[in-house]
Each structure stands twice: as C-alpha cells, then as structure tokens.
C-alpha cells in the first residue's frame, strides 16, 4: 500500500511538473500582413520612426516572391520592392555613416546571387531605397551587430552548413557600404543554420542550430573559431528541432527575453534574456503553425500597440504565408515600454538643423533636434583657427523628447573681423558627448569708427562699453570723472579693425556720473555713464 502511494505521488508530481513545463499562453493575433502579390514572407524587422513612433514600419522579406514589403502599422502596404535574388533574413540598424550621414541601414542576404544587400529608409517617406551589396559566398541566414563602445557596425550570415561567416561594415566613401571578412567557423554541428540575432548591448551572437538548439557566442570578432554554448537545446522544455526563428525583447538592466520559434512545433519558447538564460514559458499564437521569422519590440508604437508589438511569420497550409501582429502585452509577459534600445540608443540626439548669421554686432546660432534621449545639453564651442576650440556657453537640453525642439545661443563676444567658427558639444546625462558639424559665420569690417553707450545705463557696478575701428589703430579706452581725474584705462594698445567690447567694473568707486573718451590717432569721442549704487 505504501509504495502504491508513492508511485501515485510521483505520478502526481509528474503531471504536475510537465503541466507547468508546457503550459501555454493562448495569444490572439490582431492583424494580418498581406498583400496580393505575396507568397511566403518568412522574416521581418521593425524600423522605428523617429519622432512619431506610431509611424513606424514593419518590413517583410519574401524569398518566394522576390520581394520586399513596407507595411504600415494598421496593415495598409506602403512598399513593394522587387529584388533579384530570394532574400533570406532581414535585420536593421540605425545611424550608420554613409559619407559623414547618419543613416538607418535595412540589410539581408541574397540566397540567390550569394551577397549581403543594403537598403536605406527616408524618414520622412518611410521608403526604402537601394545602397549596395557585397559578395558574401553561400548564405542562408543574417544579422547586424553594433558594438555601441566602438559604433562599429557588423553583418553575419549563415549557411546550410552551419557555417558562420562575420563582416565588419565599412563606409566607402562614395555612397556604398563594403565588408571586411573578419572570422568564419561552425555552429555546433555541421547542421543548417539560418536563424541569427545579436544581443548589441551584451555583446552576444545567438545562432539557431537548427537540429541541435540555440547557440550564444561573443559577437566581437576576437576569437578566429569560437565554440558556442548551447543554452536552449532541443528536446528541452519541449523545443523542438527545426529551429527556425529568434528574437531579443530588451528591458532594463539587461533584463528581458530570448524568443523561439521552431518549425518542429506550433508555438513558441521563451528564455531569460539574461544568463543562465532560465526557461519561462510557451507561447501559442492561434492559428499560427510552422512559423519561421519572428520580431518583437518593447515601445509604444501609438494607440493601437502602446505597450509594443510581436511579429510572427505563418506557415500554415499550401500559402500564401502572411505576417500575423499580436500585441506584446498579450504575450504575458514583463512589459517594459520606457527602456530605450533600438539597437542601441541609436537616437540619443537627432541633429537636424544647426546654423549661425551676423546679427548686429553679435553671432546668433540656432540649431533643431527632431529628437532627444537623455540629452543633458549643449557645449557651444568657437574657434578662429579652425583648429582651438573654446568653449564660450551652455545650453540646457529637454531630457527626453519625441518633438522637435529648437534652440538658440548668442555669442555678442566678437571683437575682430575675420571668420569665425562654431560647434556643438551634445553630452548625454551619463556624460557621454558627441560634436556636430561646424557652421562658419564671416564678421566683416567695420565702415567706420562708432563708440556706443555703455550698457546697462546707468549701472551698478558692472557695464560694456562697445567700439568699432575701420582700420589698424593705436588706440585708449578711458575713465574720468566729472573733475578729468583719470580713473581708469581699459585699453592702451594698437588694434586691427574690428568691433570690440570691453567690460567696466565699478565696484570700488562711489555713485556718479563717469566719462569714457575713446581716442585714436584719427578718431575722438567722448560719452557720459552714470553709476547708481
């Protein structure tokens, strides 16, 4: 009787454990992507607008038709592109430099002609146009790394051998984007690898062994033939092989979740973003069966997704295969919308117009930024030479900010003709800065001598006395007082032409009315102030 009790507990136990094993959240897909001239759209990236998230686009690769898809986010089509070969995976990053402009790059591997293909986004059509490829050898699958350290930008691609091969992006200086081979080395066994992600702030590289199960390498090419960690093995936690799909959703503290999907199975696992990468749950997306692809994405993206998006591609019945969109939150999952990532705080601070023009006597600058994340403010820098800068103000940035903002500084410190020179100093609130392009302002010469009321007038006890000399002259900046008693000399010195200001402190001096004589060897003039204290 009593081992009768103990095999009914384990039996028990059993159930109990392999119920909470495979139990499955039950997710509703709220929309479909689909087109007439679609036959199977297998992978798919999320490209975030700028400053109105609820413009965003999701972007489908489909190797049977030959074609891209730009969608907008109710589903409407806003692209269709035709390409030559069958695009396999597609990935995006933002702010790669293409001849010194920031550019958000969209790129995937042509199975047919062997090559890595570059695309780029117009922010304000949402159109993607062609950059370039470069010759890749077979591929199958594909990914970018950013190392957001070093902003170098990197593609991975991967075959029906399970052979990895890395490239480190590079700007060529006329418009296109090249590849140097870095490293090449096998996934696991020698089995058909076509899934690939990186995790761009842990510096990781997840590759789906399709047989075997979920690989994780370090992403930075240091090592010629790394040997993976196999950290999601099929036969576990019921993954099945034929593993076809993963994602990052990125939270906080690199907090979050790896994402799964198997072609073995109809749902989909999920794993601890961080190590040792715990299993948490399966996902069943109904009416989803054999899904390939897969995209999530942690912001809010507007009304009809605020807490975020997951993308899956659709492999049931003979096709045509569609994109489903489910909502992120329904997942239940941890939802994190305020984190930043896309991929990696790629638009801390979107310059979009910086410029300075001659105002009187003084140089205005104004510049715009459609976006901000965690901008602390502005250094504004000035420099004659070109060459040593001085830092001559500070302005206050917004923090955060999905709205263009505009900003202005006025330098009234210019004493000499010539040209002068202007930049910003963005820093970030971790400290972090970056420098904008430089604006010039030409200061010409003065028509003639001009000696102007001081300001503030009266005063107490500081003032600026300002002057203007068409020519190269010897010349004296004096104080007196109402007795001709010098007080004071501000200037004694030969000068080029120019416009000059000078500072008067009267702190030690009593209240009165004061005379400040500007003297050349062709030019005099006297002028009244008067010092209220």
Request: glycine share 8%; aromatic share 12%.
């Amino acid at each position: 009787m009593y081992n009768q009790c103990k095999l009914i507990l384990r039996v028990f136990l059993f159930l109990v454990m392999h119920t909470l094993i495979f139990a499955q959240t039950l997710v509703s897909p709220v929309l479909e992507l689909q087109t007439p001239e679609v036959l199977d759209q297998d992978d798919m990236c999320i490209w975030l607008h700028p400053t109105d998230h609820s413009l965003s686009t999701i972007i489908a690769s489909d190797k049977s038709a030959k074609k891209l898809f730009v969608y907008k986010l109710d589903g409407n089509i806003l692209q269709t592109i035709d390409v030559s070969g069958k695009p396999g995976n597609i990935d995006i990053r933002y702010n790669f430099n293409i001849s010194g402009q920031p550019t958000d790059i969209v790129g995937y591997n042509d199975r047919t002609n062997n090559t890595i293909v570059f695309y780029k986004v117009d922010h304000s059509t949402r159109l993607l146009s062609f950059i370039s490829s470069f010759a890749s050898g077979s591929n199958y699958g594909f990914c970018f790394y950013l190392n957001h350290n070093t902003d170098k930008y990197y593609a991975f691609a991967s075959s029906k051998s399970g052979q990895i091969s890395q490239w480190e992006l590079v700007d060529n200086g006329n418009g296109t984007i090249g590849g140097v081979a870095k490293r090449t080395w096998i996934n696991g066994s020698n089995e058909q690898t076509e899934c690939l992600v990186a995790d761009d702030e842990a510096g990781k590289l997840y590759a789906a062994n399709e047989k075997q199960g979920i690989y994780k390498y370090d992403a930075e090419p240091n090592d010629p033939n790394p040997t993976g960690v196999l950290i999601a093995p099929t036969g576990v936690n019921g993954f099945s092989s034929d593993v076809e799909g993963i994602t990052i959703y990125y939270a906080a503290n690199g907090e979050g979740y790896l994402i799964a999907s198997s072609q073995g199975s109809d749902n989909f696992k999920v794993y601890e973003r961080k190590e040792p990468h715990a299993f948490v749950k399966t996902i069943d997306v109904v009416g989803v069966n054999d899904a390939d692809g897969i995209d999530v994405i942690n912001l809010n993206l507007g009304s009809a997704f605020p807490q975020g998006i997951f993308l899956t591609h659709d492999g049931s019945g003979p096709g045509p295969y569609p994109i489903k969109v489910c909502k992120y939150e329904d997942l239940g999952l941890v939802v994190d919308v305020s984190y930043w990532n896309p991929r990696v705080y790629p638009l801390p601070v979107e310059l979009v117009y910086f410029a300075g023009n001659l105002n009187g006597k003084n140089v205005e600058l104004r510049w715009r930024t459609e976006t901000e994340i965690n901008n602390y403010g502005f250094d504004i820098e000035r420099t004659k030479d070109n060459a040593d800068w001085l830092t001559i103000g500070f302005v206050e940035g917004h923090g955060n900010s999905n709205s263009p903002k505009q900003y202005n500084f006025i330098d009234a410190d210019i004493n000499q003709s010539g040209t002068y020179y202007y930049r910003l100093k963005q820093i970030d609130n971790d400290g972090t800065y970056e420098y904008s392009f430089v604006v010039s302002v030409e200061v010409g010469v003065p028509d003639n001598f001009y000696l102007s009321q001081n300001y503030p007038n009266p005063f107490n006890p500081e003032t600026r006395i300002d002057f203007t000399l068409p020519e190269k002259q010897l010349v004296s900046l004096r104080i007196y007082n109402t007795l001709g008693e010098l007080v004071t000399e501000l200037v004694n010195e030969e000068k080029p032409a120019g416009s000059y200001s000078f500072k008067f402190d009267a702190s030690r001096l009593p209240s009165g009315v004061y005379i400040y004589r500007l003297q050349t060897s062709e030019f005099a003039e006297n002028k009244k102030m008067t010092l209220l204290k």
